[in-house]
């Protein structure tokens, strides 16, 4: 199921302008899923245990894409099936890779060939007492020194201490019980909670795959029902304003954000978002404050997701520059590549801040904040073309955004919160100067 993709011109013209559309998303989503079979691929050809146990996962991913592929390429797709492949050939590549790193692609056999209504039986890891099934939960084992997932009539369920767990089906898209998660009907048993709304997809609140980590903070361990409620109830409200205010931005998200990975709440004063780049369509964040929060959390990090599968098709900049440039989104230097992620990334913070002034209660906020967010992107971006260290299509993805920065520049916006958001921009660039001085880009 892999295959060369390269970008459609129609396309690739409306995600460099900050957006791209469904189809657009689905061709990126297509594209991480070639690059995920070709890294499983790489992993199976450097299997620490015996060739029949390789040879018994290869056999299980076959029988699962013939009997459905397109069932396969969703469980194979996944976006935490991106973050557990990056860190993995990571590992291997460093000589450090566990035997239980390897072991979770048994459980992604598994859970494919139960998608595709295939039998299947795999041994799998138990990590401190718990076991893995992805994209499905985690089943507390004990003492359980080995455990096998099995799928037998498009159902799961687990071998351990000499008897068969039935584990639950997995909730009906769009279902979600009251409290905001499905109800664990076996001991031990931690379902991935699903967050969902009128016009959105089932996207998943992951707080057990033991691949989520790798943010700026660490995961969040398992949360209690009264959050997940927060989270369930934050969610419908965000999707709302989407819906009524962004229907274009809310059409991508709901054909590619799968997952919410919950972060620790390390710093009770600030909140923390980050995507990694091998998980295309899941980002981590601290718990949401509020609808509008999570609106523009939303969009920023999934233009993350956007132009990291974009960069997975070709490079948009030189990697031999080492030039380190003002970001003003960013208290620390920052490379050409990362200000570009920047820039894109804020392009879509403009563009929402925007949309929500429209929003009772927010129009104050809203405005102040769409002040500053189009002139960090129309400084970042100016350094960006500025830097003569672009790719022909990094030229194109930038003539785009430069497009749709005008377009937010030319805005009409009230004078004294205009002139609010270049103050606060001098300043930042001030103090980003006094503590970068040796710097001279930027």
């Not at 584990?167 to 969902?196: C, D, M």
Request: net charge negative; proline share 7%.
């Amino acid at each position: 199921m892999t295959a060369f993709h390269e970008f459609d011109p129609d396309q690739f013209a409306a995600l460099a302008r900050g957006d791209g559309g469904p189809a657009a998303i689905d061709a990126l989503r297509t594209a991480q899923l070639s690059r995920h079979l070709l890294l499983i691929g790489h992993l199976l050809r450097n299997w620490p245990g015996s060739q029949a146990e390789r040879d018994a996962v290869a056999d299980t991913l076959e029988r699962a894409r013939r009997a459905a592929p397109d069932r396969f390429a969703q469980v194979l797709g996944a976006p935490l099936v991106g973050s557990w492949t990056g860190i993995t050939v990571r590992a291997t590549e460093r000589g450090v890779a566990a035997a239980s790193d390897f072991g979770q692609l048994c459980g992604i056999a598994v859970v494919a060939a139960a998608a595709a209504g295939v039998p299947a039986d795999l041994p799998v890891p138990v990590r401190d007492g718990v076991l893995s099934v992805p994209g499905h939960g985690a089943l507390t084992v004990g003492d359980a020194a080995d455990a096998r997932l099995i799928a037998d009539g498009g159902r799961l369920s687990v071998a351990v201490h000499g008897r068969v767990v039935p584990l639950p089906a997995p909730p009906a898209a769009g279902a979600v019980p009251a409290q905001g998660g499905p109800v664990e009907t076996v001991p031990g048993w931690q379902p991935v909670h699903r967050l969902v709304a009128p016009g959105a997809p089932g996207v998943a609140l992951d707080d057990v795959d033991p691949y989520r980590h790798g943010h700026h903070a660490p995961p969040a361990n398992r949360l209690d029902d009264a959050e997940v409620a927060h989270w369930q109830t934050v969610f419908a409200q965000a999707w709302g304003m989407l819906e009524r205010r962004m229907p274009g931005r809310a059409a991508e998200l709901a054909a590619g954000l799968q997952v919410l990975v919950p972060l620790a709440q390390t710093d009770p004063h600030s909140a923390r978002s980050a995507t990694i780049k091998y998980a295309f369509g899941a980002f981590g964040l601290t718990r949401p404050s509020s609808a509008a929060d999570l609106v523009v959390t939303m969009v920023h990090e999934f233009q993350h997701s956007k132009l990291s599968g974009m960069l997975d098709l070709t490079p948009m900049s030189d990697p031999a520059d080492t030039r380190r440039f003002f970001a003003p989104w960013r208290t620390d230097p920052r490379p050409l590549a990362g200000l570009l992620q920047g820039v894109y990334a804020f392009v879509g913070v403009a563009d929402s801040w925007r949309a929500l002034r429209d929003e009772d209660g927010l129009a104050d906020l809203a405005g102040a904040r769409f002040a500053e967010a189009r002139l960090q992107v129309e400084r970042g971006l100016g350094a960006v073309e500025a830097s003569g260290a672009l790719t022909d299509t990094g030229r194109r993805l930038v003539a785009g955004l430069r497009e749709r920065t005008d377009e937010l520049l030319a805005e009409p916006l009230d004078a004294a919160v205009a002139a609010a958001a270049e103050e606060a921009l001098s300043d930042s660039h001030r103090q980003w100067l006094d503590r970068n001085k040796q710097l001279v880009a930027g």
